[in-house]
């Protein structure tokens, strides 16, 4: 096959060149501009929430909610052991102690009871990550929150338009954070958000965010800042992406759908599973292969897809086999270790065709049914 198969890749055009173009000739490019605030408003109303404060990433978000809620040296923070690295890394940047546990073998998103089971007098906190977009078991997590007294930072930098019970993943703790980072469901280049129903700690994350300067007072500074700010020129970019996101969350379902249908009854490949009432934004969509049962490895399928022009990538390797974090995972992750061996995310990239998935889906039951 000659045509490109994108994994990730991100869907840009006219319009968002369109943007930018009227970022640059408004001389407005660095953190000073109207498109800014007007990201922010317009983020706020589709996901129904009170305030919006942007940011420089995904992970800036997950930092500055940690720092806003007063996280810190002697509290612990329970959040999953299959996800990328930044949750943990924001834990570790306050100084309190990440409490890394076990996933739903199913959902592959953090399970309640392992976060029941891991609570402590110090426990202050629980990150949820809505996995490849799909959304957490927010009701049995907000349960537990709610009876002991806990913060909840949802980590919904996958999973914009993502819904449980039509409520909007990262709309269900006291802070949601997104990214837009290259590959996600919409762009801005390298950004991210964070949303509350709390305006009073959106109005004072957006001073911390910018230097903790009061203004008001010229070059003054009375508390710890971050130079955590979204350029005018990312959130225009951002403005002319999330006016095409439900183009973008409609084509991605549509992939996800041509995955399940097409690679239904596959023996030994099965799909992430969503809650009763979940709806994924199905950021990367996935498989689980049972190489035992197939007697092959992920890694020999990976590399098949790879002669045939397809990329794929390998899940996240498990938060608490990281050298740095192997002392923070106080009971064996055992659900973790199986989906990273034996998963991998298939081409999920609105810049492919329906026909592109088709060979995809083909390619990977010959490989699987050859053996």
Same mark, same amino acid.
């Given at each position: 096959? =000659?045509?490109?198969?994108?994994?990730?890749? !991100?869907?840009? $055009? %006219?319009?968002?060149?369109?943007y930018l173009?009227?970022a640059?000739? *408004?001389?407005?490019?660095?953190?000073?501009?109207?498109?800014?605030?007007?990201f922010?408003?317009? +983020?706020?109303?589709?996901? $129904?929430?009170?305030? =919006?404060?942007?940011?420089?990433?995904?992970?800036?978000?997950?930092?500055m909610?940690?720092?806003e /809620? $007063?996280? $810190?040296?002697?509290?612990?923070?329970? /959040? !999953?052991a299959?996800? +990328?690295v930044?949750?943990?890394?924001?834990?570790?940047?306050?100084?309190a102690?990440p409490?890394?546990?076990?996933?739903d073998?199913?959902?592959?998103n953090?399970?309640p009871?392992?976060?029941?089971?891991?609570?402590?007098?110090?426990?202050? %906190?629980?990150?949820?990550v809505h996995?490849? #977009?799909?959304p =957490?078991?927010?009701?049995a997590i907000? %349960?537990?929150?709610d &009876?002991h #007294?806990? +913060?909840?930072?949802?980590?919904?930098?996958?999973?914009?338009g993502?819904?449980?019970n039509n409520?909007?993943?990262?709309?269900?703790?006291?802070?949601? =954070?997104? *990214?837009?980072?290259?590959n996600? /469901?919409?762009?801005?280049?390298?950004g991210?958000?964070?949303?509350t129903?709390?305006?009073?700690?959106?109005?004072?994350?957006?001073?911390?965010?910018?230097q903790?300067?009061d203004?008001?007072?010229g070059?003054?500074?009375?508390?710890?800042?971050?130079?955590?700010?979204?350029?005018?020129?990312?959130a225009?970019?951002?403005l002319a992406q999330?006016?095409r996101? !439900?183009?973008?969350?409609?084509k991605?379902?549509?992939i996800l759908a041509?995955?399940?249908?097409?690679?239904?009854?596959v023996?030994g490949i &099965?799909?992430?599973?969503?809650y009763?009432?979940?709806?994924?934004? %199905?950021w990367?969509?996935?498989i689980v292969?049972d190489?035992?049962e197939? #007697?092959?490895?992920i890694?020999?399928?990976?590399?098949?897809?790879?002669?045939?022009g397809?990329?794929?990538?390998?899940?996240?390797?498990?938060?608490g086999?990281? !050298?740095?974090?192997?002392?923070y995972t106080?009971v &064996?992750?055992d659900?973790?270790?199986?989906l990273?061996?034996?998963?991998?995310?298939l081409?999920? *990239?609105?810049l492919?065709?329906?026909?592109?998935?088709?060979?995809v889906?083909?390619?990977v039951?010959?490989i699987?049914?050859? &053996?």
């Amino acid at each position: 096959m =000659c045509k490109r198969i994108y994994l990730d890749d !991100p869907n840009l $055009g %006219a319009l968002e060149k369109e943007y930018l173009l009227r970022a640059i000739d *408004s001389n407005f490019v660095s953190t000073a501009g109207p498109f800014v605030p007007e990201f922010e408003e317009k +983020f706020a109303g589709y996901l $129904g929430v009170k305030s =919006c404060v942007s940011t420089q990433s995904g992970t800036a978000a997950l930092h500055m909610t940690l720092v806003e /809620l $007063g996280v $810190g040296p002697g509290d612990e923070v329970i /959040l !999953p052991a299959l996800t +990328f690295v930044a949750p943990a890394n924001a834990v570790m940047y306050v100084g309190a102690t990440p409490v890394i546990v076990d996933v739903d073998p199913g959902t592959w998103n953090i399970s309640p009871a392992a976060i029941a089971a891991a609570l402590t007098p110090r426990t202050k %906190a629980i990150i949820p990550v809505h996995l490849y #977009g799909n959304p =957490c078991d927010m009701t049995a997590i907000m %349960a537990i929150a709610d &009876r002991h #007294g806990l +913060f909840v930072i949802e980590d919904a930098t996958e999973s914009l338009g993502a819904t449980l019970n039509n409520k909007f993943a990262g709309t269900f703790g006291d802070f949601g =954070c997104f *990214s837009f980072n290259g590959n996600k /469901l919409i762009t801005t280049g390298g950004g991210g958000m964070i949303a509350t129903n709390r305006p009073e700690k959106a109005e004072h994350l957006k001073f911390l965010v910018n230097q903790a300067r009061d203004a008001s007072r010229g070059y003054f500074h009375p508390e710890v800042g971050y130079n955590y700010r979204m350029t005018n020129l990312e959130a225009a970019l951002g403005l002319a992406q999330f006016s095409r996101l !439900p183009e973008f969350l409609q084509k991605k379902r549509a992939i996800l759908a041509a995955y399940e249908r097409e690679l239904a009854g596959v023996a030994g490949i &099965r799909l992430q599973q969503s809650y009763p009432g979940a709806a994924s934004a %199905a950021w990367l969509s996935s498989i689980v292969v049972d190489t035992t049962e197939l #007697g092959i490895t992920i890694g020999e399928i990976q590399a098949k897809l790879k002669e045939r022009g397809i990329p794929t990538r390998r899940f996240f390797y498990p938060l608490g086999e990281l !050298p740095l974090y192997q002392q923070y995972t106080p009971v &064996r992750c055992d659900n973790a270790r199986r989906l990273y061996d034996n998963g991998l995310n298939l081409p999920s *990239s609105t810049l492919n065709s329906m026909e592109d998935i088709s060979f995809v889906t083909a390619t990977v039951r010959e490989i699987v049914q050859g &053996r």
